[in-house]
């Protein structure tokens, strides 16, 4: 492998800029001049104007941003790649060793793993498509990385319309076959772990909220105080919902967290996260810088002090208690779990989906899942039977 192949010696990467007159944040292409790669900005800026969560312009930048990589190092003409050129690529994603993560290098090499491949494959393919319309990739282009698939089983949920004219779609041609991960969840006993971890009144709430709600935590973290209705009445508040409960809006935060959603919802609480949340609240109270902040989580022990917590900040909170507990947690496996718990518990999935703010009943399928407590009461439930047989 030559440095002029290597991941580590990119041409091209995703950077962060700030606009010097709001203060906005936007995910742009640069080379190794600092100079705006043009097509790759405007599709960014794409995304923004079609309000998608800031994490996923930055995710999606650093995608594109390989991709032109791989092109320039290889001699490939990124708006023109062929067929062949575009199969090399996807084989040198999982190929290529990964830049050495921590502090000190590992001993075995990293490398992707098929399924992410893929998903860098997909923003490629997309971004793409996005420049034909302006001229910049031609048609032909985008029509040999496709191909036309019927549907001869259709998805839950799936409208094929009146005369079945949607079951043929357009499928991706070039990607890995890979196997469909479970989605990953806590117990209720890891849970209860990853609480007794915690030190902070604030990090207790946030865990406990996450946990009942199965809010994602971009949502969590762009909670305002006006969005707290914890009273068991909140008609002074204008809101006819009765009992505890939160609100979940898709709104622009200073601190980048954004609602996935885009229609509002409301999330019933127990009284055991209003508890949390009042005991959050009297420890917010002895930091002074917090108290004009309207964001519901606030720094409270770095600098900033006072200012709306980010998503680096919940990432390392996460995993200082996934280390105390030792078990690996994540924010968005409380989502998870809760979405498990319920539907194990009986509660409708149309319930469930408007709880979660998921736009299709497909999503719901995921979470019916079995445990291996479920496997085994099966097995042993056969075997009872055939004993009472004999």
């Known amino acids: 492998m030559t440095a002029a192949t290597s991941v580590f010696d990119r041409p091209f990467r995703s950077e962060r800029a700030v606009s010097p007159v709001d203060g906005s944040t936007a995910w742009v292409v640069v080379n190794d001049s600092y ?36 092109c320039a190092a290889f001699g490939v003409v990124w708006r023109a790649p062929t ?9 040198w994603l999982t190929e290529e060793p990964l830049p050495p993560k921590g502090r000190k290098a590992r001993v075995e090499p990293r490398f992707r793993k098929r399924g992410t491949a893929n998903a860098i494959m997909t923003t490629t393919c997309e971004f793409l498509r996005f420049c034909v319309p302006f001229g910049w990739v031609d048609q032909a282009v985008v029509d040999q990385l496709v191909e036309p698939r019927y549907l001869r089983h259709l998805p839950a949920g799936y409208d094929a319309g009146e005369d079945g004219q949607h079951r043929t779609v357009r499928a991706k041609l070039i990607k890995y076959r890979v196997a469909v991960e479970g989605y990953e969840w806590l117990t209720s ?8 971890c915690t030190v902070h009144a604030r990090d207790r709430f946030l865990v406990a909220l996450l946990a009942a709600t199965g809010t994602r935590i971009g949502e969590a973290l762009g909670l305002r105080r006006e969005d707290m209705h914890l009273l068991s009445n909140s008609g002074s508040l204008g809101c006819r919902v009765a009992g505890p409960h939160i609100h979940v809006r898709r709104r622009q935060n200073a601190n980048g967290a954004l609602a996935k959603a885009r229609v509002p919802r409301w999330i019933p609480v127990t009284e055991d996260v209003v508890g949390l949340y009042a005991e959050y609240q009297y420890e917010r109270d002895q ?18 002090l006072g200012t709306a917590m980010k998503y680096p900040n919940a990432k390392d909170l996460f995993d200082r208690l996934a280390k105390r ?7 968005h496996m409380l989502r998870h779990s809760a979405a498990t ?3 194990r518990g009986g509660v409708d999935p149309d319930v469930v989906q408007n709880m979660l ?31 009472g047989q004999k």
């Open 287 to 304: 930091v002074a810088a917090a108290a004009d902040c309207d964001m519901v989580f606030v720094n409270l022990f770095r600098a900033p």
């Open 357 to 387: 703010g998921h736009a299709s009943p497909q999503s719901m399928t995921p979470y019916l899942h079995a445990t291996d407590q479920d496997k085994r009461e099966a097995v042993e439930k056969v075997a009872a039977l055939q004993r």
């Open 189 to 196: 006993e890891q849970i209860e772990a990853l609480l007794g």
């Open 325 to 331: 507990a030792g078990l690996t947690a994540r924010p």
């Open 83 to 91: 067929l062949w050129q575009m199969a090399a690529f996807l084989r």
């Open 341 to 343: 718990r319920w539907i």
């Open 35 to 70: 100079e705006l790669h043009p097509e790759a900005v405007e599709y960014l800026a794409g995304l923004r104007r079609d309000d998608d969560s800031v994490n996923t312009e930055r995710v999606y930048a650093s995608r594109v941003a390989l991709y032109l990589s791989y």
